[in-house]
């Protein structure tokens, strides 16, 4: 069993930067891929970002790549979103997510962790 919280969203202009922050609890949070959804009013949640288990392998959705970061530090159960270049378009709550699937996917259903979210909104 893991649980998560995220912290670190709130409002930022556009062209400013976020760190969020995810930790997990529980022993195995280090055998789980993990990884970043985001969701707007009407929308379903999208994939963001997401991390193997030993932060081997990253993956980004296209409209992130290049401005968002993710990371994971299993010693301390954290994993972390580094945000950089926002636009308003990346307003959303975000979401972190741990599945039991090996490898990284994209795939909401394969995630069985998840936390309560927390708001990122970008103003232009």
């Known amino acids: 069993q893991v649980q998560l919280v995220e912290s670190g969203g709130g409002l930022v202009q556009a062209g400013g930067s976020l760190r969020l922050s995810c930790a997990g609890s529980?022993?195995?949070?280090?055998?789980?891929?993990m990884g970043w959804f985001r969701q707007t009013p009407g929308k379903e949640r999208e994939f963001v970002a997401g991390i193997s288990w030993n932060g081997g392998a990253t993956y980004y959705t296209d409209s992130v790549k290049g401005r968002f970061t993710i990371s994971r530090d299993n010693a301390k159960n954290m994993m972390y979103l580094q945000m950089n270049s926002l636009k308003p378009e990346d307003t959303a709550i975000y979401y972190c997510a741990g599945t039991t699937v090996y490898s990284v996917t994209y795939y909401t259903s394969d995630y069985r962790y998840w936390g309560q979210g927390t708001q990122v909104t970008v103003s232009s």
């Open positions: 529980g022993r195995t949070f280090s055998s789980y891929s």
